[in-house]
């Protein structure tokens, strides 16, 4: 199994461009879910999704978009890159949150950078 | 929101015995409570998940006690290779997803 996939593992946009990072797993889990981490700070959950067709927003949801089709994929979209998203994004997968399946796995992490 | 509360920072030497409390207050009757590991440049991974008494592992003991509004993760004779940021996570009351704190970091020195 690969687990989880995040794709690309960097990425420099200008400001206004809009770009997809993807997220793929192949473990069968109905929560996935997106956070961002900035330096000297914990994870900020900005997405989140609790099986296909099924998504809500996090924390910090605004200037992104997400969609859920299928189970396996989980794209983030960033409507129109700002600075402030520069930023390393991770995308967590898990069987669930509750009754003791909330075991997160996380993919490697996309490092951001918006000029 | 279920918050969890932890120390910012922790200093430890190699060879010690490290713990680490976390309060969680408003934790729902079914929720677990669950610890992740954090290494500069790398994705949170799992250490060890409970719900009550004690729980042990090949890396990690838990602590809950019978309120559970607390827990306490211990790190039996730490090594440098320790260093890291720890979470303790516990699901929001209400809702169906995880938040991070920004967690505890560990510094172990020779």
């Known amino acids: 199994n690969a687990g989880v996939t995040q794709t690309p593992k960097f990425q420099v946009l200008k400001t206004g461009q809009s770009m997809t990072l993807q997220c793929a797993q192949d473990?069968?889990?109905?929560?996935m879910s997106w956070y961002r981490q900035d330096p000297g700070m914990g994870l900020r959950l900005i997405h989140y999704s609790v099986g296909a067709g099924i998504t809500d927003q996090g924390e910090v949801p605004n200037g992104y978009n997400v969609s859920r089709s299928t189970t396996e994929d989980f794209p983030l979209r960033l409507l129109s890159a700002a600075p402030s998203q520069t930023s390393v994004y991770f995308c967590?997968?898990?069987?669930?949150?509750?009754?003791?399946?909330?075991?997160?796995?996380f993919g490697e992490g996309s490092r951001l950078t918006v000029l | 929101l279920a918050k969890t509360t932890q120390p910012i920072s922790m200093d430890s030497y190699e060879g010690q015995e490290v713990n680490i409390t976390c309060s969680h207050n408003?934790?729902?009757?079914?929720?677990?409570i669950t610890w992740y590991q954090q290494f500069p440049s790398q994705g949170p991974r799992f250490i060890i998940q409970g719900y009550k008494t004690k729980v042990t592992n090949e890396v990690a003991s838990l602590f809950i006690p019978a309120d559970r509004k607390s827990s306490t993760l211990s790190l039996p004779r730490v090594s440098l290779s320790d260093t890291a940021v720890y979470y303790c996570l516990v699901p929001r009351r209400g809702y169906s997803t995880l938040t991070f704190g920004k967690g505890t970091m560990l510094l172990v020195s020779p």
């Open positions: 473990m069968n889990h109905e929560y």
């Open positions: 408003n934790i729902a009757t079914n929720d677990y």
């Open positions: 967590a997968s898990s069987y669930g949150v509750r009754g003791g399946t909330g075991e997160l796995f």
